[in-house]
């Protein structure tokens, strides 16, 4: 079981919680940026690798909450720094990977507004993610997360959580 001393295994970095408004458009673009760890995949075609190399592990975020599928037939609309990739801006632009995205079972509106729990290092622009506008900050913290975590280790916190997986691919051919 995890000790004090293994926080900083656990979360290695010194971040800070942030809590951000967003909407549902953000929601979906932040998940598309995510989605581009993935490489196309082209049906038919054997041995293909899905995880793109040039993608830091670190920058393929989930968010805990929503529910989606990933087409991995579909171009990714990002690239591994968070740059729109040639052939996805305007009219006529691909729909993106991101299908079915809920909350609660229920579709996500692109007007629809959340609040996200995120580090510091997402909140200000870090890696493929792009920084929201201070207004949109709703609370941010001085303590670190490992200190919390570490915290909660020592008061003997420990919680069963039963998740459901929150993404799962489009089914290939």
């Not at 805990?64 to 009219?91: E, F």
């Not at 609660?104 to 909140?123: C, H, I, K, L, S």
Request: aromatic residues 8%.
């Amino acid at each position: 079981p995890p000790t004090p001393r293994t926080a900083a295994d656990l979360q290695p970095f010194p971040n800070t919680l942030c809590a951000l408004r967003v909407t549902g458009a953000e929601l979906r673009d932040w998940l598309e940026r995510a989605s581009s760890c993935f490489h196309r995949i082209t049906a038919g075609w054997p041995d293909q690798p899905l995880w793109n190399n040039s993608f830091p592990g670190h920058a393929a975020d989930t968010i805990v909450g929503l529910t989606y599928r990933i087409d991995v037939k579909v171009a990714p609309l990002y690239d591994a720094h968070g740059q729109r990739l040639a052939g996805s801006r305007g009219a006529g632009s691909p729909r993106g990977r991101i299908r079915d995205l809920a909350h609660a079972g229920q579709p996500v509106g692109d007007d629809q507004e959340f609040v996200m729990a995120v580090n510091n290092y997402r909140a200000f622009g870090g890696g493929p993610y792009p920084a929201l506008p201070e207004s949109r900050l709703v609370h941010a913290s001085r303590t670190p997360v490992r200190d919390v975590l570490a915290r909660f280790i020592r008061d003997g916190g420990h919680r069963r959580v039963s998740l459901s997986p929150a993404w799962s691919f489009v089914p290939q051919p």
